[in-house]
């Protein structure tokens, strides 16, 4: 760390700049000017309004990835909220060599993005796909006018990943009438609403069992292609694939072929590889597979619960506590 670094710390009378990397609207910027009016908050949306103010910045919160010149630019740095779960394009080797702490907004999407993955579970139980279709064909057949439906009571639902959104969906998946199993990676006592919570060494046993396999987990190098041709053959003909963490998650071609040979009954994907998904994708020609457009994070109610979190990481900041949610960066999550 450089004597510019350690020139500036929480607590000593310059006042900290922290900027705001991206603007969290309705009125939550003035939220934090009134309860820390010691700090300076500039709102640096754009590459040159971020470079006016590097240089004094203690802290940067939002955007979404970092790079070196940044880094380079910003000498007194010591925190990085990142404003969003996924933190795999902050994690370049330059920031693992400096003194600075990373956060994320893990949690924060996780009752929308749960309740993402139930519509698409739901979409899938009552044949919404062949349904729409018709509306938009303005078809309304007098025979033949059944579509393959199931109910989720009763069935499994195996969730990879037993973290904040994991956790939600398993709440809310045991609430319909569903058998919970998870897996996560340390051994732990299962919530009420989970059967069985498998430790990462359990998920072949999972694959052997689930109805419904949602991946709930951060994209490191140790998660990818956690679903490979392997995995695939393992799941019952009958079970259905969802995805809301990274499209590296699943081995894309390999899924395409099981979904075409009908080794599995279907999939669910928020997320892609590449995104966007390119048109001549097979996966857009398959009757069964729901793609949404990494659409789950998505909800009006995203910065009123963000905010709680930097309002809390910003006081503990500047008081040298322990920072919430904070990233182990040679882990990845």
Known sequence: MSDA??????????????VLRTDPGAGHRERLLREFPEIDLPLATTPEALADVLGQAVALVGGTSVTAEVLAHAPRLRWIQATSAGVE???IPELRKRDISLTNFSGVAAPNIAEHVLALMLAFARGLKPLLERQASRSWPEQDRGVPTFELS???LGVIGMGDIGDEVARRAHALGMRVVATQRHHAEPPP??????TSEGVDELLD???HVVLCLPLTTQTRHTIGAAELER??????????????LIDQDALVEALSAGRIAGAGLDVATPEPLPPESPLWDQANVLITDHTAGETPRYWDRGIELVVDNVRRFLAGEP??????T????
């Open 235 to 248: 799941m019952q003909p009958s079970a259905y694939l969802y995805n809301i963490g990274r499209g590296d």
């Open 154 to 156: 009763g069935q499994t």
């Open 330 to 333: 040679r882990a990845g999550y």
């Open 89 to 91: 394009d902050f994690l």
């Open 209 to 211: 069992i689930a109805d």
């Open 193 to 198: 609403y989970v059967e069985r919570l498998l």
């Open 323 to 328: 920072l919430l949610n904070v990233v182990d």
């Open 5 to 18: 670094a350690d020139a500036v710390l929480p607590g000593e009378a310059e006042r900290q700049v922290v």
